[in-house]
Antibody, heavy 126, light 107 residues
Framework: QLQLQESGPGLVKPSETLSLTCTVSGGSISSSSYYWGWIRQPPGKGLEWIGSFYYSGSTYYNPSLKSRLTISVDTSKNQFSLKVNSVTAADTAVYYC??????????????????WGQGTLVTVSS | SSELTQDPAVSVALGQTVRITCQGDSLRSYYASWYQQKPGQAPVLVIYGKNNRPSGIPDRFSGSSSGNTTSLTITGAQAEDEADYYCNSRDSSGIWVFGGGTKLTVL
């Protein structure tokens, strides 16, 4: 059974860098069938896609966050990481990592986030 | 535009049928996926593609799409279906967007 687990500091000061790691067990992040991504949810609000990467190196970022984001991969540890620079209170959220699949049948391709971590709350405050 | 629009709240009587909709230009080209989220829990994928349910999702959940609108239908809503529901899709540049979410109340 695939499992994802987020880890990292729960409190970050304004203007500093938020760093989170997602550890994947029960499957390889080098699988050619899947993307891996980050999603966040501010308290009481909706989901926001942050970014995703493909094992080959392609990375996709939310345009509204792109200038502050870095997603990196450590295949030896089966982990991927998120860094958000210059954080403000608006970055306070539950951060989820998730597996992002792409399934194609004929001329149609289907996508979805099928496995999620439990989420970790990151608060930006001095 | 990559925006996806959902009604903020919908209610349904126990055992009745409810449709939750999601609108956006990207839906003319790409299928959406739907997620159920209960308080304090991670989202759960309930529908993807044309009308596909992951293993373990009850068959009362179904999906459909037409033009720029995709819908999640719950036929015979149960008390445990009360949750927030989010649609998600991509655009041609590989950017992913979630709808704002719909809070479903089962009366």
């Amino acid at each position: 059974q695939l499992q994802l687990q987020e880890s990292g500091p729960g409190l970050v000061k304004p203007s500093e860098t938020l760093s989170l790691t997602c550890t994947v067990s029960g499957g390889s992040i080098s699988s050619s069938s899947y993307y891996w991504g980050w999603i966040r949810q501010p308290p009481g609000k909706g989901l926001e896609w942050i970014g995703s990467f493909y094992y080959s190196g392609s990375t996709y970022y939310n345009p509204s966050l792109k200038s502050r984001l870095t997603i990196s991969v450590d295949t030896s540890k089966n982990q991927f990481s998120l860094k958000v620079n210059s954080v403000t209170a608006a970055d306070t959220a539950v951060y989820y990592c998730a597996r992002h699949f792409r399934y194609c049948s004929g001329t149609s391709c289907y996508y979805g986030f099928d496995y999620w971590g439990q989420g970790t709350l990151v608060t930006v405050s001095s | 535009s990559s925006e996806l629009t959902q009604d903020p709240a919908v209610s349904v009587a126990l055992g009745q049928t409810v449709r939750i909709t999601c609108q956006g230009d990207s839906l003319r080209s790409y299928y959406a996926s739907w997620y159920q989220q209960k308080p304090g829990q991670a989202p759960v994928l309930v529908i993807y593609g044309k009308n596909n349910r992951p293993s373990g999702i009850p068959d009362r959940f179904s999906g459909s799409s037409s033009g720029n609108t995709t819908s999640l239908t719950i036929t015979g809503a149960q008390a445990e279906d009360e949750a927030d529901y989010y649609c998600n899709s991509r655009d041609s540049s590989g950017i992913w967007v979630f709808g704002g979410g719909t809070k479903l109340t089962v009366l």
